[in-house]
């Protein structure tokens, strides 16, 4: 069974950028459609964007952030960060790939990567 590893978090300041991966050691994520989330303190897990045949991004950071796949690793790109992006990211796999749009609910996704801090703070 295949496990899913996120790095690349860290301190940023409001404005700044920030990449985050998930690799899936040993296997070939480009298989899986994956799906970045994060959860903020006292609030529910939320669906950032996800990837399989295409992409898909929440309202809060379409046009900030991009979704890729680059040497059997999906990339989260973060551009022009804000304070309210703070939170732990993970990313998830399905266990079938997605057709058509891949969603963005947490519950649609079976694999959880163990999540890596994001603070965006000056």
């Known amino acids: 069974q295949a496990h899913f590893v996120e790095s690349g978090g860290g301190l940023v300041e409001p404005g700044g950028s920030l990449r985050l991966s998930c690799a899936a050691p040993?296997?070939?994520?480009?298989?899986?459609?994956i799906g970045w989330f994060r959860q903020a303190p006292g609030k529910e897990r939320e669906g950032v964007s996800c990837?399989?045949?295409g992409t898909n991004y929440a309202d809060t950071v379409r046009g900030r952030f991009t979704t890729s796949r680059r040497d059997n690793m999906v990339v989260l790109q973060m551009n022009r960060l804000k304070p309210e992006d703070t939170a732990v990211y993970y990313c998830?796999?399905?266990?079938?790939?997605?057709?058509?749009?891949?969603?963005?609910?947490?519950?649609?996704?079976?694999?959880w990567g163990q999540g890596t801090q994001v603070t965006v703070s000056s």
């Open positions: 040993g296997f070939n994520i480009n298989y899986f459609t």
């Open positions: 998830a796999a399905t266990g079938t790939p997605m057709t058509g749009v891949c969603a963005l609910q947490p519950g649609r996704y079976n694999y």
């Open positions: 990837i399989n045949y």
